[in-house]
């Protein structure tokens, strides 16, 4: 599930803590009433319509929400900012997804912003799939991702969003489909704007997706 590294999350109810590279936190704080230090953070998601903070130069990586796939089927893909200019992090181009029936056009018109991020002069890392995937769901998951894999140029990783519920309920075969796919699952181990407690104990089963 990649390297361990940290992660914050800017938005505009504020900033949300987070944490490690198989887990992405959220929280007002520390849990213990704290401030967020964004200095102690390696990488960022940033949120649409919101001014990139300072400090966000001096990130390893950004993940930015670039546009989403709708639930009406026919959508297509919605962009949600122009084309960035980064001259120092990374960037990862995350798509928020309500639904896996793609029509051809919305594949088209994604790795057509991924193109376009890349010509742009970005450090671009690859595409995140920002989609709650149902536990009992993950086998067409795993089959809409294998397909979109084939399509993504080798030269850009693939990362995911995840659920914590995935490694108790999850399908084993389903969750090996995953792991064999994807180069990155972001596990979300927050509910609003707090992190749940216990969650490393889940983070823990998911190790076997290795």
């Known amino acids: 599930m990649g390297e ?12 949300l803590a987070g944490a490690a590279g198989s887990a992405l936190l959220a929280a007002c704080g520390t849990g ?7 200095r102690r953070y390696e990488a960022f998601f940033l949120w649409p ?13 950004v993940y930015v929400l670039a546009g989403e796939v709708r639930h009406r089927a026919g959508r297509g893909f919605v962009p949600l900012r122009a084309t960035p200019r980064v001259s120092g992090p990374a960037l990862w181009c995350v798509v928020r997804v309500e639904r896996l029936d793609w029509e051809e056009g919305v594949y088209l018109a994604v790795l057509r912003t991924l193109a376009l991020w890349e010509q742009a ?4 890392v690859g595409l995140q799939v920002d989609f709650d995937a149902a ?3 993950l086998g067409r998951y795993a089959e809409f991702l ?16 995840g659920l914590m519920d995935w490694s108790a309920g999850g399908d084993a075969a389903a969750l090996a489909g995953l792991g064999a796919t994807v180069d990155e699952i972001v596990v979300q181990t927050y509910q609003g704007r707090r992190t749940i407690p216990g969650y490393e104990v889940y983070l823990t089963a998911l190790a076997r997706l290795g």
């Not at 300072?54 to 990130?59: G, H, T």
């Open 4 to 15: 361990r590294t940290q992660i914050l999350l800017v938005s505009r109810r504020g900033l």
């Open 146 to 161: 294998a397909d979109l894999r084939r399509r993504l140029p080798r030269r850009w990783k693939l990362s995911i969003t």
């Open 32 to 38: 213990r009433g704290a401030p967020v230090d964004p």
């Open 121 to 124: 002069g970005n450090r671009l």
């Open 135 to 137: 536990t009992r769901g």
């Open 49 to 61: 319509g919101v001014k990139a903070p300072d400090w966000l130069d001096e990130a390893g990586e």
